[in-house]
């Protein structure tokens, strides 16, 4: 490394002036009535107005519609524009989507274990339920020893 | 044909040899993503917790009956409504932060305490509303944690908790099995928004330190606005929890 930098640089890069390494979005800009500016702010408007909609959206159906729609398709419905916020909001808002790919790539893959995690655990509570419904040895029907009740 | 190959097999520059940053990331900035990252895993592991003693219940309180009230309605049903409020006043405040990030961009001082300003008054309303349903709750509950817990509570004190239509059946029969479900529930509630409300409190705090720094001319000095934009981040991840923390307790 230092056979090609001088070892002064880098350590200027990395514990002084940290604004060399800054990468705002648009760090380098100074006029906020620009118009790049302005279309910028327009974006993160328009942004909240669709983060407002999907929830207005969420909750008139969660008001009105949740018991007339079948429960899966309901849930369905939420957890898409769940993930649909959240991804406007980590794009958006955090300016995930102006980084360098291999970061967001870095930042996102981890989250995959959610995949896992969420079926595993997910499964084993439908499995337990279905043990303490059917297993002969619970008998026919579920018994829930309430903390206190133990003696 | 020949030409394109020439241009696209230029040695491509390797950037990970020292020196600079791959990602034109600061350190500070990336550490900030890292940590979000280990504590979207923890909020995950409450939530998917929450979701397996939810999958394990043969039955669980309906939302719907559970949070329908509004500050000064008395007892009038608005399922909803409430927490809609809440999810609004944290959307909003996260367009603020956005701005005040935005403004920090173009090294605008006035702006960005403008911004921050609406940001930490927006987290303050938040918390009060949650500081509301907690109160409402308790006086409900008459407690937080651990409540729902005695084999002779009467049904009565529960049963309005659940939808009927589906619950009845277990209601009648088997009331102790609503009960575990409603000690679970709100235990879970209380353990997750709880959590959840801890971020938004040291949000705020983070903000106001910011917001004094950037009066005083700290980050005007320093010549860049970054750790706005670093404590921007953690905001947003805060207003991301609660967009799954409202699905999984208020939709689902």
Not at chain 2, 111 to 136: P, R, S
Not at chain 2, 146 to 169: I, L, R, Y
Not at chain 2, 202 to 207: I, T
Request: proline share 3%; charged share 15%; net charge neutral.
């Amino acid at each position: 490394m230092s056979a090609h930098h001088g070892s002064d640089s880098i350590q200027h890069l990395y514990e002084g002036d940290q604004s060399k390494l800054y990468s705002g979005v648009m760090a380098h800009h100074t006029d906020i009535e620009s118009k790049e500016s302005k279309d910028q702010i327009k974006k993160i408007w328009k942004v909240f107005w669709v983060l407002l909609a999907i929830t207005v959206a969420e909750v008139v159906v969660g008001m009105f519609f949740s018991h007339s729609i079948p429960k899966g398709l309901v849930n369905f419905f939420f957890l898409a524009l769940t993930i649909l916020k959240a991804g406007y909001i980590v794009a958006i808002f955090m300016h995930l989507g102006d980084e360098f790919k291999g970061f967001i790539v870095t930042v996102l893959v981890p989250l995959f274990l959610f995949v896992w995690f969420i079926i595993a655990f997910l499964a084993d509570g439908f499995f337990w339920l279905r043990m303490n419904n059917e297993s002969p040895a619970r008998g026919d029907k579920i018994e829930v020893v309430a903390p206190h009740a133990k003696k | 044909m020949s030409h394109s190959t020439v241009v696209t097999s230029a040695p491509k520059e390797n950037v990970w040899i020292g020196g600079r940053s791959p990602y034109n990331v600061s350190y500070g900035k990336m550490m900030m993503w890292f940590f979000l990252l280990s504590d979207a895993l923890t909020f995950g592991a409450l939530l998917i917790s929450y979701g397996t003693t939810r999958f394990f219940s043969a039955v669980w309180p309906d939302p719907n009956e559970v949070f329908k009230a509004f500050p000064f309605m008395g007892h009038a049903s608005l399922p909803l409504l409430f927490v809609s409020l809440m999810t609004f006043i944290l959307i909003m405040s996260s367009v603020t932060m956005v701005l005040a990030v935005h403004a920090g961009h173009y090294g605008d001082k006035k702006k960005v305490a403008y911004w921050l300003l609406w940001t930490i008054i927006g987290g303050i309303c938040f918390l009060a509303c949650q500081a509301w349903e907690w109160t409402h709750l308790h006086g409900e509950l008459g407690g937080l944690w651990g409540t729902f817990t005695d084999p002779a509570t009467p049904v009565s004190k529960f049963e309005h908790f659940f939808n009927h239509h589906n619950a009845g059946a277990i209601l009648d029969q088997q009331p102790l099995v609503a009960m575990q479900s409603t000690h679970n529930f709100f235990n879970y509630f209380f353990t997750i928004t709880g959590f959840h409300g801890g971020h938004v409190t040291s949000g705020v705090v983070f903000n106001i330190l910011i917001l004094v720094n950037t009066v005083n001319g700290v980050y005007e000095r320093r010549g860049h606005y970054e750790m706005v934009e670093k404590i921007g981040l953690y905001w947003h991840f805060v207003d991301l929890v609660w967009v799954f923390v409202f699905t999984c307790f208020y939709l689902l």
